[in-house]
């Protein structure tokens, strides 16, 4: 088995710096993983994960959302999923010795990298208000502590319930139920960081804030437009469709800041091309597009597509599906009509030229798919660039048929199966009336708080308890300081975790810490072994069974840990079948069956090999869920951001050997990083303009004009190829500069990728 670190080496004593990649994947991909589940978990244990991982009799993938192909291969895993199996499947286990041993002081000062390295949690742990240390404690005074703290409370708004983006639908579907009986919709998720924005923007368009394509149409698309995400670290699976697609002939045009390895070659493992050659060309031309400047594109992508249609009357435009299904046309045509070329230029950092060819490949397409990810979500106007995405898509009868839609990249496995089954501080009024008819209850109506509004609550004294589904809430928020703070003010903080995270020590008065199973996990209850459901970012549901024996007997499932909690909370007399949804997940999904849309038998069609497609009703008829009934072209005014002289605008990003906040080593070698992270990428034009030097190190200053200092110390330069006037450094690193009201627009997003920033040089730090 492998041995763990026995120091926190994060701080960049022996980083080393080597050019970028220019291709992705391949046989180093294979070296990086193998030998790595090999050492983390043992071969027994490597193989029953590593060969069960995303087939349709084993168990999901519990990083990102890519979606399954129908024909699987042996080997239906990439590496970081290797890497997030070894990570989560880790036999090692916590001791209960390990809590006397480091107080709650020392773990603050812990990274991500080695509290993640501990081990797995095993048994439920207790740190008492006024106590520095954790200390076991048996699960029914646990659920007691739960059920005496919430009972204190003035109204259950005092409460509130964040959910991770790993959480089953069968979890999801009975935390949320759980919620609302004790009478609250303070249901905050990872959604609200990253997808919110999409949610509100293609709802408003189309009426479905969802993927409007499945697996098979990137085969069949003509042209797939890659804008803000890095595939080939957030879910490099999808390499394997643009493959494909490339096969088929399509074109790839990536936009994006910095030039990923991911989007220029993939070097397939599975492919003697892949592992011998020199792999697929993937991108045919890639735009290094200014931060923020997507929404200026888009706008003078579509002002070109109308001036096609002015030079040839009739045959640009789907005339006959805008008629139809659309309306706005009119109104966004006269709006772009008095769009400044100098404006979008400026906005882009792009010339007339890139724009030119991009539009070509666009009208010459009558198949086009667009894909985003938080490249586009987590800034201010993101709900707006979105929508400019869906009016591109509209001009041209670009959804509901085969090879062409909307394809928002989901970056946390069932993060939005989550979000079907009712994890949201504002479902709509049709999904509670359902679930107050299926349980003979009136479920609260007010919309509860969101992600950022629950850390304002708890730092105004407003909340008082935070109950975590999983996750890591005080490590992926905005303005870490401030999160910090706010977590401290709460009287409880109760944690349903794996493995240790900052979330374990940044904690409030008291702290409890509940074990529970995983993905790859073997679920056994009263009624036998249990599988659980998940949806992808296709709104494909299937099931998952995990394949290894846990590790300790001590720790519950995640539905065992919500019905048992409910039981102690509610009260033993409570009407809900608790205890039955333990037992048998059946009897849960019999529920979400008669309350969810789209899930009728559900319990059916989940045991189908593959599982089944939720329904989609621009995607699969061309109908829209609008209030008008028809597709919405929006007028959306253009905003740039006029960076004043000596700044930069910083965008932060995940390394390659990271899943979200969980880090598996300190390197990041698409982009030459290797032992560190504190590192900051800046294009060396504007180290020159700004008097700096490659391999120097900086402060990092947000220039957020509240009155508070946010300062990212001691960050190695690092001279990047990166778009001019724009920096990255890496999340949840600089979380600490992004204030807490600094949001994206109708969504409230934290807007994570256009910080202003200043950089003043800084000593080297003292390693001694």
Known sequence: MKGKPLKDDVTGEDLVVTPPLRSAVGLPSLLASIPLALGEMGPRRAAQTLLHMNQKDGFDCMSCAWPDPPQRKTAEFCENGAKAVSWEADPLRVPQSFWAQHPVSELKERSEYWLGQQGRLVEPVYKPAGSEHYRPISWENAFGLIAKELAALETPDEATFYTSGRASNEAAFTYQLFV?????????DCSNMCHESTGVAMTESIGVGKSAIVYEDFAKADLIIIMGQNPGTNHPRMLTALEEAKDAGASIVAINPLPEAGLINFKNPQRPRGLLGRGTDLADAYLQIRLAGDMALMQGLAKRVFEAEDAAPGSVLAHDFLDRSCIGLEAYRRHLSTLEEADVLAATGLDSAQIDDLARRYLLADRVIITWAMGLTQHTKAVDTIKEIMNVLLLRGNIGRPGAGPCPIRGH?????????????????????KLGAEFDFDPPREPGCDAVQSIQGMAQGRIKVLIALGGNLVHAISDTNAAQDAIGRTRLSVQISTKLNRSHAHTGAAALILPTLGRSDIDVQKSGVQFVTVEDTVCAVHASQGRVMPVSHKMLSEVAIISRMARRVLGPDHPFSWEAFEENY???????????????????????????????????????????????????????????????????????????????????????????????????????????????????????????????????????????????????????????????????????????????????????
């Open 180 to 188: 609302r009986a004790l009478g609250t919709n303070n249901l905050p």
């Open 413 to 433: 496995s069932n993060v939005q199966g989550d979000r079907t089954m009712g994890i949201w501080e504002q479902m709509p009024q049709s999904f509670l009336d």
């Open 586 to 768: 059946d009897t849960i999904r019999g529920h979400i069956a008669r309350v969810v849309e789209g899930c009728a038998d559900y319990n059916e069609k989940v045991r189908r090999p593959g599982g089944f497609v939720l329904p989609h009703p621009p995607r699969d008829e061309r109908r829209f869920p609008t209030p008008s009934g028809k597709a919405v072209i929006t007028v959306n005014q253009l905003s740039t951001i006029a960076l004043p002289a000596g700044r930069l605008i910083l965008q932060s990003l995940r390394s390659h050997d990271q899943f979200n906040t969980t880090t598996y080593s300190l390197n990041d070698r698409y982009r030459g990083v290797h032992k560190g992270r504190n590192v900051i990428f800046v294009n060396p034009e504007d180290l020159a303009m700004l008097q700096l030097a490659d391999g120097g190190y900086v402060d990092v200053h947000s220039e957020s004009h509240d009155g508070v200092e946010r300062v990212l110390r001691g960050l190695r330069v690092i001279s990047y190829p990166s778009a001019r006037g724009c920096a990255a450094t890496y999340f949840p690193e600089a979380n600490v500069l992004v204030p807490l009201t600094a949001t994206a627009e109708g969504s409230n997003t934290p807007v994570s990728k256009a910080v202003i920033v200043r950089l003043e040089p800084a000593a080297a730090p003292d390693f001694g």
